[in-house]
């Protein structure tokens, strides 16, 4: 029995009738092939703080049983953690003998449920014969999720679409009722249909990309809704957990049309291959991202996936019948302000002009609504005052930012056990922001995220508390794969620009990427010194930028890691740095060396991105021009011409995106002036 000498032992345990049984043991034992606690790091270290803490979570989380084993509740962290969510409740055993003290079971009671079996019987019966059930039964969704089209079970009331457009707090059930035309929730946008028909084409693909805030998440419950109830099984992947795969497999074995949802796909790379390798071809998959990671991903994604070509749709703009619909939605809602008088034909105008097309730019239009920015401002107050969980509410709000969804566990695995304290969950203001009964973060809408931490939050307790909550990333991504792509996340500068204000808010970038640099996955990342590289080019650091183009490139050498991200911005830096130098001797090595980069990237790249950077040969042009020789004239028609007849040769649609408009424009003045 020496296995169970020592208190502090507990087993998690999960099982099906193809994966029948699986034990994680913990604590002070003396068996080497268990992961163990030993005095020096079980006094020096919280469990919160530990290495191991993440798997932990995850482990119980994704657990059908856990079982502990000699093991009172009296120790604090891991009381804290019972007590994070009554789900664990439900599934906690106590193995204390037969006979505890009156108040050791009332303790119990607390976080579950008292055996009354010794160690030795406990022992007994988990070395029996394996146990196998009766019928056949699936493996646990944890990493997936079956959607269920369920009708919201609580009535709706405008407060409801406040909180959406404020907070982001979506209802699948009222989402589910607004598609089924009982009640007014959620705009249908066009977009929508074409969507739907591409989906139904099935096996297909579709990519929805929008910028932040532009409504992809809300389309995607939409489309979620509206494909359960015309006949497809609808999955989402939700998790990035071990048994993953192994959920997949599972999943792609079902009959009939099946759709498999996949937001931020840009984090989801390996299950997409996974998928494209055992799908029968009676699927559909929809993916989304933000239009940057999709424009980096699409052509990749689509070879992974085995599915012929992969639509994609982007919702960035409104075309006209969508905004004519939110005008009238406006209505419904008084959400016009000061604006309510106006004719329908000048609020159009409004939305068209002075917002952009853009759901994003129409959000920060309904801040101004009387009955939305009362609510914005008590929540912004109310958080201003929390200074004992400030570090939390950020990071609340740069995880709505990176459009990553939040839950209790995740907060505390970036914050510290202050989230499992008692006065942090019966407090006021973080009950507003996250439902404790579900285990959801209400607020995660990017554009009050954004809005928030760029016009109202103190900048430097921001800087502060991102330096922790990356560094607690840093350390939990050594064990998840989840906690690696919200790291990456984090170092995105197009991410980062939108954790400060606009006003000096580049300094404080600059500050953040030093503070990164020092962490285990970000030393040697590629990607990492290409982000701080962009960052230093936008604050016209170019010695600095140089040189961390310099680092971006030696790692990826090393890893063996393709550099065509690092070869498009490298490129605007040679570009850039020419102009601001002014020395016409070095400008026409600048253009060759920007050149070479450009048109390689053309040959093979069929977006936007060479020809948003070839918009600088055109400045480049402007600033050179009238200093070079005849031959380098020459030399840089050549140039613009290739250029203009790569243009010419690309899908009508990405011809008419603006930069590539732009971009044929510039080059044609180049060739028009020779």
Excluded at 141 to 163: G, K, L, S, W
Excluded at 259 to 282: C, P, S, T
Excluded at 552 to 566: E, G
Excluded at 611 to 623: H, K, N, P, Q, S
Aim: glycine share 4%; proline share 2%.
């Amino acid at each position: 029995m020496d296995k169970f000498e020592y208190a502090g032992i507990f087993g998690i345990a999960w099982g099906t009738s193809l994966y029948p049984f699986k034990w994680v043991g913990f604590g002070f034992e003396r068996d080497a092939s268990q992961i163990r606690l030993t005095d020096s790091s079980y006094l020096t270290s919280a469990l919160t703080d530990s290495d191991w803490a993440v798997r932990l979570r995850q482990d119980i989380d994704a657990a059908q049983a856990v079982f502990f084993v000699g093991y009172s509740t009296y120790d604090i962290d891991i009381a804290r953690l019972l007590n994070s969510k009554p789900a664990i409740r439900e599934k906690s055993f106590f193995v204390v003998g037969s006979s505890p003290t009156a108040i050791l079971k009332r303790r119990i009671e607390k976080f579950g449920f008292n055996t009354e079996m010794t160690a030795e019987a406990f022992f007994s019966e988990i070395t029996k014969d394996e146990y196998a059930p009766k019928i056949k039964t699936s493996l646990p969704e944890i990493c997936i999720r079956t959607y269920q089209p369920i009708p919201a079970r609580i009535p709706f009331a405008d407060r409801d679409v406040f909180d959406l457009f404020m907070i982001g707090r979506l209802s699948e059930g009222f989402v589910f009722d607004s598609v089924s035309g009982k009640i007014k929730y959620v705009l249908q946008r066009k977009a929508l249909a074409r969507v739907l028909n591409l989906l139904e084409a099935s096996p297909a693909a579709v990519a929805i990309h929008s910028s932040l805030g532009n409504g992809k998440t809300v389309f995607l419950d939409m489309v979620k809704a509206i494909a359960a109830t015309s006949g497809f099984t609808v999955v989402e992947l939700v998790k990035q957990r071990d048994g993953l795969f192994e959920e997949l497999n599972e999943v792609l074995k079902r009959d009939g049309k099946l759709l498999l949802v996949i937001d931020n796909y840009g984090d989801w790379q390996e299950a997409i291959r996974f998928i494209g390798m055992h799908h029968k071809k009676n699927i559909s998959i929809l993916l989304a991202a933000r239009a940057s990671t999709n424009d980096v991903l699409a052509t990749r994604i689509q070879g992974f996936l085995n599915l012929g070509e992969l639509n994609e749709v982007s919702l960035d703009k409104l075309i006209d019948s969508d905004l004519l619909e939110i005008v009238r939605f406006m209505d419904t809602y008084g959400f016009w302000g000061d604006k309510a008088s106006w004719s329908e034909d000048r609020k159009l105008r409004h939305l068209s002009n002075n917002c952009g097309r853009e759901w994003h730019a129409i959000l920060i239009e309904l801040f101004k609504a009387p009955q939305i920015r009362d609510r914005l401002d008590s929540l912004i107050h109310a958080i201003q005052a929390e200074t004992n969980f400030n570090t939390i509410l950020i990071a609340i709000l740069v995880l709505a930012i990176i459009d990553h969804p939040a839950t209790s566990d995740i907060l505390t695995d970036l914050c510290g056990e202050s989230t499992l304290t008692i006065g942090f969950r019966q407090n006021a203001v973080i009950r507003e922001l996250i439902d404790f009964e579900s285990d959801e973060v209400k607020l995660r809408s990017a554009v009050t995220g954004a809005f928030i931490l760029k016009r109202v939050a103190d900048p430097e307790l921001v800087l502060e508390s991102l330096k922790r909550i990356t560094k607690a990333a840093d350390q939990a991504s050594l064990v998840s794969r989840e906690y690696f792509a919200i790291l990456a996340a984090f170092t995105r500068f197009g991410n980062v620009q939108n954790f400060f204000p606009e006003e000096d808010g580049i300094s404080y970038v600059i500050r953040y990427y030093e503070a990164m640099k020092e962490l285990r996955q970000c030393r040697r990342y590629p990607l990492f010194w290409l982000q701080y590289a962009i960052a230093c080019l936008f604050h016209h650091d170019f010695a600095r930028a140089g040189t961390y183009f310099a680092s971006a490139y030696s790692f990826a050498k090393r890893n063996n890691f393709r550099t065509f991200q690092i070869d498009n911005h490298y490129a605007r830096y040679l570009l850039l740095k020419s102009i601001h130098d002014g020395n016409a001797l070095t400008a026409m090595d600048a253009f060759r060396n920007a050149q070479k980069l450009i048109v390689e990237q053309m040959k093979n790249e069929r977006l936007h991105y060479p020809y948003r950077t070839a918009l600088l040969v055109g400045d480049w042009f402007d600033a050179f021009g009238d200093q070079l020789t005849a031959e380098q004239l020459q030399e840089v028609k050549r140039a613009a011409s290739f250029i203009a007849a790569r243009i010419s040769e690309l899908p009508e649609l990405n011809q008419q995106h603006r930069d590539v408009v732009e971009c044929y424009r510039r080059m044609r003045l180049i060739i028009d002036k020779m």
